[in-house]
């Protein structure tokens, strides 16, 4: 419900009528899969130490050393860390002994290319680097957990695995959630 109530069906804001008639058409014509894509999004985690593994689509999962795979139906995105865009930038992938990194950056490209094929419509694809321009698709699809406003990191020990802060006024999951319960429990019964 949090994810839907963000989504491009429900907040059509910075949507044209055309566009937003569009994607409520692909809603209607798309598989229960595809439709539960389009409102809460996948996101898969790549690191050196791990297989590719799916994470929460929240704040605290971006990471200077990981690099992210967001797939919204209408969004291929890649998003590269700071520290692997850093080393991606400075062609570490084409040296020598360098086979993990350029392992590691393969990856998400071959799974993002195995989405092309089976999508219709074709996605927007984007590769994009955290600070950058095009990050801002992840961060409008992410829960705003860590953002200038928050004083502690939720989803983490506190340590410095926080993820990253997103400058936001949007509502969190948490609070989103505190807040249902808050009508639920306080909703009269007559």
């Known amino acids: ?45 790549y690191t050196f130490d791990t297989p590719p593994q799916p994470v ?37 992938q084409e040296q020598d002994g360098y086979d993990n990194f350029r392992e590691l950056l393969e990856a998400p490209v071959g799974d993002a290319q195995d989405l092309l094929v089976d999508r219709f419509p074709i996605p927007r694809y984007v590769v994009c680097d955290q600070g950058g321009s095009q990050a801002r698709f992840l961060l409008s699809k992410l829960n705003p957990s860590t953002t200038h406003m928050s004083q502690g990191m939720y989803g983490t020990s506190g340590g410095g695995g926080a993820g990253a802060a997103i400058f936001t006024d949007d509502v969190s999951l948490q609070v989103f959630m505190e807040h249902l319960k808050r009508l639920a429990v306080g909703a009269s019964t007559t």
């Open 56 to 92: 929460l689509l929240d704040s605290v999962s971006i990471k200077p050393d990981v690099i992210l795979l967001l797939d919204t139906f209408f969004h291929i995105l890649i998003f590269h860390g700071e520290t692997v865009a850093q080393w991606r930038k400075a062609g570490y």
């Open 1 to 45: 419900m949090f994810h839907l109530r963000r989504s491009q069906f429900l907040q059509v804001f910075n949507n044209s009528p055309d566009e937003t008639a569009f994607y409520r058409h692909i809603l209607n014509e798309e598989d229960v899969n595809n439709s539960l894509i389009m409102m809460q999004p996948t996101l898969m985690s």
